[in-house]
């Protein structure tokens, strides 16, 4: 079993920072690429950005330029640094990971969220 625990989420004035965090544990032998989404209130989930194993990064549009992915893969977590933030980018955020827990086995896992309200 794999565990996404992730951190770092609250309330923010407009313009201001967060730093999200997202520790994997559990029984893994190889985490592939990782993620962030979101998920607003009468929204459906949809993608902020993503990591590769090789640190190769995407991210959606709406971010560009104002949110930096990136992963310690040393200790199984990966960051979302988000900047400028904006009311529109008030959300849970959930953490994804990519994660093969056996040589014949492989799948997706999700953390349980983190709240950032963005608001003055």
């Known amino acids: 079993q794999v565990q996404l625990v992730e951190s770092g989420g609250g309330l923010v004035q407009p313009g201001g920072s967060l730093r999200l965090a997202c520790a994997a544990s559990g029984s893994i032998v190889r985490l592939n690429a990782m993620g962030w989404y979101r998920q607003a209130p009468g929204k459906q989930r949809e993608l902020v950005a993503t990591?590769?194993?090789?640190?190769?990064?995407n991210y959606a549009d709406f971010v560009k330029g104002r949110f930096t992915i990136s992963r310690d893969s040393a200790n199984n977590t990966a960051y979302l640094q988000m900047d400028r933030l904006k009311p529109e980018d008030t959300a849970v955020y959930y953490c994804n990971a990519d994660v093969r827990t056996s040589l014949f086995r492989r799948r997706e896992y999700w953390g349980q969220g983190t709240q950032v309200t963005v608001s003055s």
């Open positions: 990591i590769t194993s090789g640190d190769s990064t």
